[in-house]
T-cell receptor
Framework: GNSVTQMEGPVTLSEEAFLTINCTYT??????LFWYVQYPGEGLQLLLK?????DKGSNKGFEATYRKETTSFHLEKGSVQVSDSAVYFC???????????FGTGTSLTVIP | DAGITQSPRHKVTETGTPVTLRCHQT?????MYWYRQDPGHGLRLIHYSYGVKDTDKGEVSDGYSVSRSKTEDFLLTLESATSSQTSVYFC????????????FGEGSRLTVL
């Protein structure tokens, strides 16, 4: 089946620290991988995506590389800001259907 | 911003009553989804639609039904609400399906007493 496992939170970092949020997946077929971000009181919005192995998605200083050999899609940012405080969701969709599967979310708080 | 409107945004109801949540889109996207968000579970798919009158179940569909009679509207119905259905419900839309982006509504918070 299809599933996503991401690291438990919450994560608290100081401003300008390095961020890694781990995400691994199990999928049938050839999945596309996504990171979504949710700010308080809002719906999710796409942060970045990768649709095939070795692709790197990037946006707003965040990056993630689709690693088929380790079934991973870890989110990284070199220097976090207070405004990055949010909940981050790893997700996948498989070409065997049009369903999207989400991890449990990782809450990030960045302190000045 | 994608044109997605969920209604109502907040609702409190009693166990055993029927509830309908509405998702309305102005983007003419083919795919529409209903998710519920609960602490410790992330987002879980309830039902989705891949066209008018074409729907399918997700992983947590028990106790829920859906209908899509027009491209722009996707209704989620709880025939007889239970306390376990207290949650935040999100509608999402996608133009191209599995390789594309999901656009989310702002959510509907449902409390079943």
């Amino acid at each position: 089946g299809n599933s996503v496992t991401q690291m438990e939170g919450p994560v608290t970092l100081s401003e300008e620290a390095f961020l890694t949020i781990n995400c691994t997946y199990t999928a049938t077929g050839y999945p596309s991988l996504f990171w979504y971000v949710q700010y308080p009181g809002e719906g999710l919005q796409l942060l970045l995506k990768a649709t095939k192995a070795d692709d790197k998605g990037s946006n707003k200083g965040f990056e993630a590389t689709y690693r088929k050999e380790t079934t991973s899609f870890h989110l990284e940012k070199g220097s976090v800001q207070v405004s990055d405080s949010a909940v981050y969701f790893c997700a996948l969709s498989a070409n065997t259907g049009n369903q999207f599967y989400f991890g449990t979310g990782t809450s990030l708080t960045v302190i000045p | 911003d994608a044109g997605i409107t969920q209604s109502p945004r907040h609702k409190v109801t009693e166990t055993g009553t029927p509830v309908t949540l509405r998702c309305h889109q102005t983007e003419n996207h083919r795919y529409m989804y209903w998710y519920r968000q609960d602490p410790g579970h992330g987002l879980r798919l309830i039902h989705y639609s891949y066209g008018v009158k074409d729907t399918d179940k997700g992983e947590v569909s028990d106790g829920y039904s859906v209908s899509r009679s027009k491209t722009e509207d996707f209704l989620l119905t709880l025939e007889s609400a239970t306390s376990s259905q207290t949650s935040v419900y999100f509608c999402a839309i996608s133009e191209v399906g599995y390789t594309g982006e999901l656009f989310f509504g702002e959510g509907s918070r449902l409390t079943v007493l």
